[in-house]
């Protein structure tokens, strides 16, 4: 008999070896790939944990929307006969006592986590869904005052300019400069691109390599713009940044939690179909 224990050992083998796997493709082109694919997912799943956008995407690549069973059926859609569910983590939540002002009092707090199932989308039918405005178009003419804005709330100054060398972009702590020959598409994935290091790389991480920090960076800039449905240029090739599993596997969380970060900022409550469902868990890793 499977336990809970057992599945959730599974989970956390399938994403150690889905990252293993990548690091060690000798296929620039193909590892360049697959890396694309999984910003995406994270621009999809940006509202959940690490562990879980990856493991939705390692199980169902192309989920757009996952829910339960049961919220499925609220919404008025049913999974499909035969369907296999997508495992993974949720929270075991439970009341424990706490010391509080010289008193106990108690809590509701995670105490472990549990695999569970949820459906994508396409493993279901029934009422059509309202569809996610996200208030932007490929150009980003709509996206850039919002990014502006957002890098404002953030309390970082923005300027435009002419930037001498080949640089498109600087990140000066609490000063960001964008060369100002720019389009408005490139505008705005520069801009997510020095907001990352902004935001990762001024105070903390400083003991991470320099392609490290860039791989970070631009692997924010791509799922942030993703999401608002504009589609970059980059090319990651990870062999070049000299990344290891270790290193990704760190990153990886990193950029997942940044590009939330930002995505919330820009929206202003970043709240989707699925912050509501119980597939927007906290990974073992996170919590």
């Given at each position: ?149 957002t890098t404002a709330a953030l309390g970082i100054q923005l300027v435009y300019k002419a930037i001498p060398g080949a640089a498109e972009g600087l990140s000066k702590g609490g000063l960001i400069e ?78 997942s939690q940044t590009a939330k970060r930002i995505i919330c900022t820009i929206d202003g409550n970043g709240k989707t179909i699925e912050d509501a469902d119980e597939g927007s868990a906290p990974s073992?890793?996170?919590?």
């Open positions: 008999m499977t336990t809970n224990t057992d599945q959730t050992q599974e989970l956390n083998d399938k994403i150690n070896e889905s990252i293993t796997t990548l690091c060690a493709e000798t296929d620039a082109a193909k590892q360049d790939e697959t890396y694309r694919a999984w910003l995406c997912t994270l621009s999809r799943f940006y509202s959940y944990s690490f562990n879980n956008w990856l493991l939705i995407y390692t199980q169902r690549p192309d989920a757009t929307r996952v829910a339960g069973f049961q919220t499925w059926k609220s919404l008025g859609r049913f999974v499909k006969k035969g369907e296999r569910g997508i495992r993974i983590f949720a929270p075991i939540i439970r009341k424990v006592e706490e010391e509080k002002n010289g008193s106990a009092e108690q809590v509701m707090r995670p105490v472990g986590f549990r695999s569970i199932a949820v459906f994508a989308l396409e493993q279901t039918d029934g009422e059509p869904l309202p569809a996610i405005d996200s208030n932007a178009t490929e150009g980003g003419e709509e996206l850039l005052p919002r990014l502006e804005a964008i060369e100002e020959a720019l389009s408005t598409a490139a505008r705005c994935g520069v801009i997510v691109h020095e907001l990352a290091h902004e935001l990762l790389h001024k105070e903390n991480r400083k003991d991470t390599t320099r392609q490290q920090r860039e791989l970070e960076a631009e692997s924010v800039s791509f799922a942030v713009l993703a999401h608002y449905g504009i589609h970059t240029e980059s090319r990651f090739y990870l062999a070049s940044y000299d990344v290891t599993t270790e290193m990704l596997t760190a990153s990886l969380q990193t950029i073992p890793v996170t919590a």
